[in-house]
């Protein structure tokens, strides 16, 4: 079935998926080239399926039925981040169809540029525990997650131990940060994999708390870490709370494997409407 058999039969307006990445294209290079490289965090063959220049991924997400997508980035050190925002900003302004995307780091000032992205109408928060290597409960954070909180803009958290732990990955930082914030907005990205359990039990712990779909369930990360069954009952009582995520364009499958491992999952058509469509237009408004 292809991605707009799939929305047809669904009866949705098209798809939300709150986990894409653009970048300034000397960073993507980077990334592409670690993939490339077999980086000591995947350890694996890792092929980009869409290397492709910036205005063909917008298009190609476009046919694919993507309504609202992300422009994911990370600073992985200090002095980075404002300037990824400032790029960001420009994208999501010549892209009506993203959703204006920001990030932060443990930094002084980071509380400055949170404000002012958030101020400038930034509508979801990237960051990248594995990447960045740094603890959620810095200090030099905490103003920032306050402000974070109080606006209620969800941010994307890469904070499971997959595809290799880091430092301050598991569900251990991320929920002392919620004992501390609990009104933040955390969409733990990948599923949490592989501390599945452990993060669907913070979602059912704090309101706030989604998870996103981004490469879990799929033959690729399956081989890897596969999803507990024992644990799908509780994907079904938090539907309202899975949303789609692809990490597109650094797949190394086609897009519509991401959309047929969630069909053969077997929760249901209005499960797959949430997931799919439903969810991220109410985070965001869309609708």
């Given at each position: 079935?292809?991605?707009?058999?799939?929305?047809?039969?669904?009866?949705?307006?098209?798809?939300?998926?709150?986990?894409?990445?653009?970048?300034?294209?000397?960073?993507?290079?980077?990334?592409?080239s670690?993939?490339?490289?077999?980086?000591?965090?995947?350890?694996?063959?890792?092929?980009?399926?869409?290397?492709?220049?910036?205005?063909?991924?917008?298009?190609?997400?476009?046919?694919?039925?993507?309504?609202?997508?992300?422009?994911?980035?990370?600073?992985?050190?200090?002095?980075?981040?404002?300037?990824?925002?400032?790029?960001?900003?420009?994208?999501?302004?010549?892209?009506?169809?993203?959703?204006?995307?920001?990030?932060?780091?443990?930094?002084?000032?980071?509380?400055?540029?949170?404000?002012?992205?958030?101020?400038?109408?930034?509508?979801v928060?990237?960051?990248?525990?594995?990447?960045?290597?740094?603890?959620?409960?810095?200090?030099?954070?905490?103003?920032?997650?306050?402000?974070?909180?109080?606006?209620?803009?969800?941010?994307?958290?890469?904070?499971?131990?997959?595809?290799?732990?880091?430092?301050?990955?598991?569900?251990?930082?991320?929920?002392?940060?919620?004992?501390?914030?609990?009104?933040?907005?955390?969409?733990?990205a990948?599923?949490?994999?592989?501390?599945?359990?452990?993060?669907?039990?913070?979602?059912?712990?704090?309101?706030?708390?989604?998870?996103?779909t981004t490469?879990a369930?799929?033959?690729?990360?399956?081989?890897?870490?596969?999803?507990?069954?024992?644990?799908?009952?509780?994907?079904?009582?938090?539907?309202?709370?899975?949303?789609?995520?692809?990490?597109?364009?650094?797949i190394?499958?086609?897009?519509?494997?991401?959309?047929?491992?969630?069909e053969?999952?077997?929760?249901?058509?209005?499960?797959l409407?949430?997931?799919?469509?439903?969810?991220?237009?109410?985070?965001?408004?869309?609708?």
């Amino acid at each position: 079935m292809t991605h707009s058999e799939l929305v047809q039969r669904l009866g949705i307006p098209g798809l939300v998926d709150v986990h894409t990445h653009f970048m300034p294209q000397n960073v993507l290079d980077k990334v592409w080239s670690y993939f490339d490289a077999v980086g000591p965090l995947t350890g694996m063959a890792w092929p980009i399926t869409y290397r492709e220049e910036e205005d063909r991924r917008v298009a190609l997400l476009r046919e694919f039925g993507v309504l609202a997508f992300t422009s994911m980035l990370y600073p992985h050190k200090a002095g980075m981040a404002e300037w990824l925002n400032s790029w960001a900003a420009d994208f999501a302004a010549r892209t009506p169809d993203c959703l204006h995307t920001a990030t932060l780091y443990p930094e002084p000032g980071a509380t400055g540029y949170v404000r002012r992205a958030v101020d400038s109408g930034a509508r979801v928060f990237k960051v990248h525990l594995q990447v960045g290597g740094f603890d959620p409960n810095d200090p030099l954070l905490d103003d920032s997650w306050g402000l974070l909180g109080e606006s209620r803009v969800p941010v994307v958290i890469h904070c499971g131990s997959g595809p290799a732990p880091g430092k301050f990955t598991g569900p251990g930082p991320v929920g002392q940060l919620l004992a501390r914030h609990p009104r933040l907005r955390l969409i733990v990205a990948h599923m949490g994999m592989p501390e599945y359990a452990d993060f669907l039990d913070l979602a059912e712990r704090y309101d706030g708390v989604h998870l996103d779909t981004t490469m879990a369930f799929t033959d690729f990360s399956e081989r890897l870490a596969p999803f507990p069954v024992a644990e799908l009952p509780r994907l079904r009582e938090l539907q309202d709370r899975i949303l789609l995520g692809s990490d597109f364009p650094n797949i190394p499958y086609p897009y519509v494997h991401q959309l047929h491992a969630l069909e053969r999952l077997g929760l249901g058509d209005d499960w797959l409407r949430r997931v799919l469509y439903a969810n991220g237009a109410s985070l965001f408004s869309l609708a």
